[in-house]
Structures are given as structure tokens and as C-alpha cells.
């Protein structure tokens, strides 16, 4: 298998849509044959990405790279940027308004989850112009082969 | 343990939606924090929540998760039970609180997910 690219816009603020692109690239690993495990590992990774985009940052685009080793997922948005990234990454951290805490988001846990299940982690955020989110999740666990 | 267990248990009528599979039911989480099932990194058979909305469905399309609980007799919308049935996901609401429904479903064998 050649490595496959799939990419994905992702409104803003819709909160009925959010998680498709995921849903998406779940669905394609399950048809690939990958372990339940690493599925898990890249569901959790971009569902909680493509929810910040949602919430925090009016949206972006997706993009998934997929090969027979790894799964490596680029999320880029115009948003607002992160001021503090060290705060932001800390477990319990959030700017969520109430109203994304009723959804059962805001708990400021997707940032250190994301990192917990990724095994490359990178983000690039400037204020005023956006953030990069790059991850990537190796089908044998944390080493590349 | 299977969905109509849990139904029988829980008194929730009818599932809403297509049981799909009818698998093995052996864990659950129970919580209104979708970030915190997330961060758990198990995979929750079940999940008992007091929220209804789109995302619980994604977050248990996301963690294989088979059966959905909505607690207190909140009904979900057309829109969460097309998505649920999209996602291959089973929706029960019953009338109980978190408490209660939680402690029924341990005493008959389901246990944390981890
Ligand atoms: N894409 C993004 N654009 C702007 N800010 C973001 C983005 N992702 C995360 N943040 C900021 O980092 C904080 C922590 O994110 P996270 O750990 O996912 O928690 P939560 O989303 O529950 O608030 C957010 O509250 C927000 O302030
Ligand atoms: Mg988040």
C-alpha cells in the first residue's frame, strides 16, 4: 500500500458536524485492517483536535496521511492562536465558555490527551494568525519502524 | 452482558436505534465530561451520561463504544439517533439517575472500563 491523503474542512462552532472528519478517518484505518488499538489511539488523537478547532479556533482543515507504518494528521487553523502554550497544555487548563462545558467539552484534558496518545506531538501557534497541530501514531506502538 | 440486560435493568424501553452485532457487553463509564472518557484511553462498552448531544455519539463512534445510556429520561433528537444509527451505535434512556443505574449495572457484572 502507497501512503493515502485525505483531507477535510471543518466548520466552525458546529457542533452537530464536529467529529466527521474523524469519524472519516476512523472508518478508513477499521477498512485498512489496523489494530483496535492504534484506531483508538488516532480516535481520540483527532477527535479532540478537530473538537479545538471547533471550539476555540472557527474551524480549519484536516489533513491525514496514511501509510502501512503510521497515521500522521496535520490540523491547521486561522484562529486566535495560543498565547501560553505551557498553560494551555497543562491537564485542567481551558478558556471554554460555559456553553462548550454543557456540551461536555472544556475540561481542558484534549491537549494532554492528544499528546498521551500521540507518538510524535507538535504544535506551531503564533497570536493573531493560527495553529498547526501535527501529529503522528506508528502501527507498532511508540518507535517508527 | 447483552443490550437487553441492560434494558431489562435499567427499564428503557425499547432501544432506540439498531442493536448492531449484539456483542458482549463487559465494561462502562459513567460521566458528563466527554474529555474525560477520552482521557481514560479504555474502551467502554457502555456509556451512561446525563448529557444529550451529537458528541456523545462521536465520542462512543470514537471508543467502539456499543450502547449509550441517556439517564433521567432526557430524549435525544432525531438528529442524535440518525447519528447514533450511522455510527452503529445502540441509545437507551431510562428514567434512572447516575447513581442508581450505575449501581445496578455493577451489581449484575459490569465493570470499569480501564
Ligand atoms: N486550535 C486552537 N486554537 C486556539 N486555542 C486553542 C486551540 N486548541 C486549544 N486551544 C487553547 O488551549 C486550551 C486547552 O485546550 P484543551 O486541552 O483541548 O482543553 P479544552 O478544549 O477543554 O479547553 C483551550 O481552552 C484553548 O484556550
Ligand atoms: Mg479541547
Redesign the interface.
Known amino acids: 500500500m502507497t501512503a493515502i491523503t485525505r483531507t477535510y474542512q471543518v466548520p466552525g462552532n458546529d457542533?452537530?458536524r464536529?467529529?466527521e472528519a474523524?469519524?472519516h478517518i476512523?472508518r478508513i484505518l477499521k477498512e485498512l485492517g489496523f489494530s483496535?488499538e492504534m484506531i483508538?489511539r488516532v480516535?481520540?488523537t483527532t477527535?479532540?483536535a478537530e473538537?479545538n478547532m471547533v471550539i476555540h479556533a472557527g474551524g480549519g482543515t484536516v489533513t491525514a496521511t496514511i501509510s502501512p507504518q503510521a497515521v500522521a494528521v496535520v490540523f491547521e487553523d486561522h484562529g486566535p492562536g495560543i498565547p501560553d502554550l505551557e498553560l494551555a497544555m497543562q491537564a485542567g487548563w481551558s478558556t471554554a465558555p460555559q456553553n462548550i462545558r454543557d456540551?461536555?467539552?472544556?475540561?481542558?484534558?484534549?491537549l494532554?490527551?492528544i499528546q498521551?496518545?500521540s507518538d510524535v506531538f507538535e504544535i506551531k501557534t503564533a497570536v493573531g494568525q493560527g495553529t498547526t497541530l501535527s501529529v503522528t501514531i506508528f502501527a507498532e506502538g511508540k518507535e517508527p519502524i | 452482558m447483552k443490550i437487553a440486560e441492560i434494558a431489562t435493568l435499567l427499564e428503557t424501553g425499547a432501544p432506540l436505534g439498531r442493536i448492531q452485532g449484539d456483542r458482549d457487553l463487559t465494561t462502562a463509564y459513567a460521566g458528563?465530561?466527554?474529555?474525560?472518557v477520552?482521557?481514560l484511553?479504555g474502551?467502554p462498552d457502555v456509556l451512561l451520561?446525563g448529557?444529550v448531544?451529537?458528541?456523545?455519539i462521536?465520542?462512543a463512534?470514537?471508543?467502539?463504544t456499543a450502547c449509550v445510556v441517556f439517564l433521567r429520561g432526557k430524549a435525544p433528537t432525531e438528529?442524535i439517533l440518525s447519528l447514533a444509527e450511522s455510527?452503529g451505535v445502540c441509545v437507551l434512556t431510562t428514567g434512572k439517575e447516575m447513581y442508581e443505574a450505575c449501581g445496578l449495572l455493577y451489581g449484575a457484572g459490569l465493570r470499569p472500563a480501564q
Do not use: H, W
Open positions: 457542533f452537530a464536529a467529529g474523524s469519524g476512523k483496535p483508538r480516535a481520540i477527535y479532540e473538537i456540551l461536555g467539552f472544556g475540561a481542558g484534558m484534549g494532554p490527551n498521551k496518545y | 458528563d465530561m466527554l474529555s474525560d477520552l482521557a484511553g474502551q451520561t448529557l448531544n451529537p458528541q456523545v462521536r465520542t463512534e470514537m471508543l467502539d438528529q455510527c
